[in-house]
């Protein structure tokens, strides 16, 4: 009975939507999504596309603590060229992270760190199969470090994040001209309400 009660009294602010916001993320990659070279007879060329976006949902708990949870899109691009030939490879990837948060301070200005699993989903390639393709989906951990700042209605949270993934999405087979990179760096700027 006393796991009960205490289950739902840390739950009461969610169920009435006090300790739920809700918004959008976005940003920019501080690092490439690819590490490209060229030989004499074939290479890579990523094709930059900077920028990150997607919805976010937050829950606030006691104690300073937090988990967000958000769907990032990003679009990957790059030009393959094999003897002379070039095509032009582009994939969504969806990022799925989700961070437990602890932040200091009780004020309009709070900094916090977070960290927590993380797990990409690549689609709509626009070339079939092409080999340096190797997994559609790899896991991996989120490290987050920033501030939120509380303005009337709206949460304002500028971030650092860097991912780590235990394989990679994309890797060349002949001549390691082409990997996804297994550590990438972000900084985004969630909105919530």
Known sequence: MKKTILVLALAAP???GQAISWGVRAG????DAFATARSATRGFDQIPNRYTIGPTLEVRLPFRLGVSFDILYKKLEYDRTDAGVT???SVTQLE???LFK???GDGAV???LGAGPTFNRISGLSVRDPIEF????SGGIAFGAGVELKA??????PELRVTHRGSENFSDPVGALLKSRVNQAEFLIGLTF
């Open 14 to 16: 969610c169920l009435f």
């Open 102 to 104: 602890y932040r200091f």
């Open 87 to 89: 095509r032009n490879v």
């Open 28 to 31: 920019v990659p501080i690092t």
């Open 110 to 112: 709070r900094p916090w």
């Open 96 to 98: 799925f992270p989700l």
């Open 152 to 157: 009337l209605l709206v949460r304002i949270n």
């Open 134 to 137: 190797v997994k559609r989906s």
